[in-house]
């Protein structure tokens, strides 16, 4: 059976962020822990509290949300080196009683339905192949009357076509939709009193310190165009200029939550 362009993409993200990782990246989303507390009070998260974190990547999400509430967590995500790195990291911090990592596609689930408090994932769902399914199956695994939530980047225009490469949806920003589209999402998925709102706004410093990765992305997208012949030819600093710009008016980020039935 051929492999399809979703599952092609999947794998080259899958092998973009464990090339990341060797590079000593661990936080891929903007706004840091802010954001992920930001995220953790959308879905009420407290001690005890049982929580799945989808694509829960190098672990940082999971390792935090087990240290700031002492809340009971498990990671998900489709990397095994990332599951193993989480897994190592949970042990250092003497974590692993609170936080596990399991390998496996967020479009199967394999947990009980209502096994969970609630269900999040951040910087993710732009990545998914099916996005509706994925958050059906979040909901599935989350007791009925509580949360599922995800932070994510959005788009807010017109994305210029010399981003939509493998790359840049990698990086979140190719995949990315604006806040209604992926508020519908949930919608489709069943889910009930949806809401979305915007962080944009606290993100203080510019896209280049903010998440320097995703912006050096963007000047490779650019230089990438311009070898190619399909943009015109800029210095760096004009080439800097554009991708600041692009970055702080083409996009934003969100959290989008719903309740299940």
């Given at each position: ?62 390792l935090y949300l087990a240290m700031k509430f002492k809340a009971e967590v498990v990671g998900f ?63 599935q695994v989350v007791k009925s009357g509580h949360k599922v939530a995800v932070s994510d980047v959005i788009s807010k225009g ?104």
């Amino acid at each position: 059976m051929e492999t399809s362009e979703g599952e092609e993409l999947q794998e080259f993200t899958v092998k973009y962020y464990e090339d990341q990782l060797i590079k000593g990246m661990e936080n891929f989303h903007p706004g840091g822990v802010d954001y992920t507390e930001k995220l953790a009070k959308e879905v009420g998260l407290c001690e005890g509290s049982r929580i799945l974190d989808v694509a829960s990547g190098s672990g940082e999400t999971a390792l935090y949300l087990a240290m700031k509430f002492k809340a009971e967590v498990v990671g998900f995500d489709l990397s095994e080196k990332m599951v193993n790195h989480a897994t190592e990291r949970a042990c250092n911090l003497g974590l692993q009683t609170l936080v596990t990592f399991k390998k496996g596609d967020v479009h199967k689930m394999p947990f009980e339905r209502g096994f969970f408090d609630a269900a999040i994932s951040e910087c993710s769902l732009c990545l998914f192949r099916d996005k509706v399914q994925v958050i059906r199956n979040m909901a599935q695994v989350v007791k009925s009357g509580h949360k599922v939530a995800v932070s994510d980047v959005i788009s807010k225009g017109e994305i210029p076509k010399e981003l939509h490469t493998p790359l840049l949806y990698a990086c979140c920003l190719a995949g990315a939709q604006p806040l209604k589209e992926t508020m519908d999402i949930f919608l489709k998925a069943g889910l009930k009193d949806v809401r979305g709102y915007e962080l944009t706004a606290d993100i203080n410093d510019p896209w280049k310190q903010e998440l320097p990765v995703l912006y050096n992305e963007v000047m490779n997208a650019f230089k990438d165009a311009i070898r190619l012949g399909v943009y015109e030819a800029k210095d760096e600093s004009e080439l800097d200029r554009l991708a600041e710009q692009l970055l702080s008016e083409k996009f934003g980020y969100a959290i989008i939550s719903g309740i299940v039935p």
